[in-house]
C-alpha cells in the first residue's frame, strides 16, 4: 500500500507514523515477503511499539516456521514474543473466506464461529436469491417463447412454433 497511502517525503518516517497509528499489523506472509527487508522492519517495528499481540500473519503461500525455502514469516514473526507459536491465518489450510474472516474475527474479538456462520447464512441467502431469480427469468422467457410461437402457429408456420417451445421444454 506505499504507492497509494503514503504522503511524499522520507519513506521510513512516512511508515513508522502509519505503523505508530494502526491498532492492527496484518502481515501477508509468502516465502518473497519472508526475504523482504521492508515487510521484516515493519514488523519489528510494530513489535518494538509492544503490539506484538496485535499482528496477524496472513499467509497466502508457504510454510510458517519451516527454515526452507517455504518459510513465509519474515525474520520478525519467527519468534517475536521468545515463542514459535504465532498462529496464522492461512488460506491454504482454510481457504480465503474463512481465513479472511478469521483475521476480522481476531480484529473485532468476536468469536470465528459466530461470523463463519454468519457467513455461510449469507452465502446461503445470496444463492437461495439467485436460484429464485433464475426461476422468474425463466418463466419470462418462457411466456415470451410461448408467445411467439403462438403467432407462428397464426401465420402456419408450425414447424418454427415446435423448435421455439423445444427451447423451453427441452426434452
Known amino acids: 500500500r506505499d504507492v497509494t497511502d ?9 511508515i513508522n507514523k502509519a505503523l505508530r497509528g494502526s491498532e492492527w499489523l496484518i502481515v501477508i ?3 518473497r515477503s519472508a526475504k523482504s527487508p521492508w515487510v521484516c522492519k515493519e514488523a519489528q517495528t510494530f513489535i518494538d511499539l509492544g503490539r ?12 510458517p516456521f519451516s527454515n526452507d525455502a517455504t518459510e513465509c514469516y519474515p525474520k520478525a514473526l519467527l ?25 476480522i474475527a481476531r480484529m ?17 441467502a445470496q444463492k437461495q436469491k439467485l436460484k429464485e ?19 407462428k402457429i397464426a401465420e402456419g408456420n408450425v414447424y418454427l412454433a415446435a423448435r421455439l417451445c423445444s427451447f423451453v421444454f427441452p426434452t
Open 108 to 124: 473485532f474479538d468476536i468469536r470465528f464461529d459466530t461470523l463463519w456462520q454468519r457467513h455461510r447464512r449469507e452465502e446461503n
Open 52 to 63: 506484538a499481540d496485535h499482528i496477524i500473519p496472513f499467509v497466502i503461500e508457504g510454510k
Open 79 to 103: 519468534n517475536p514474543l521468545g515463542c514459535n507459536e504465532l498462529l496464522a491465518a492461512n488460506i491454504n489450510e482454510m481457504g480465503r473466506d474463512a481465513a479472511a474472516i478469521k483475521v
Open 29 to 31: 506472509c509468502s516465502p
Open 133 to 151: 431469480e433464475k426461476r422468474s427469468l425463466q418463466i419470462y422467457q418462457g411466456r415470451v417463447i410461448a408467445s411467439i410461437a403462438r403467432s
Open 6 to 14: 503514503l504522503n511524499p517525503g522520507l519513506l521510513s518516517e512516512e
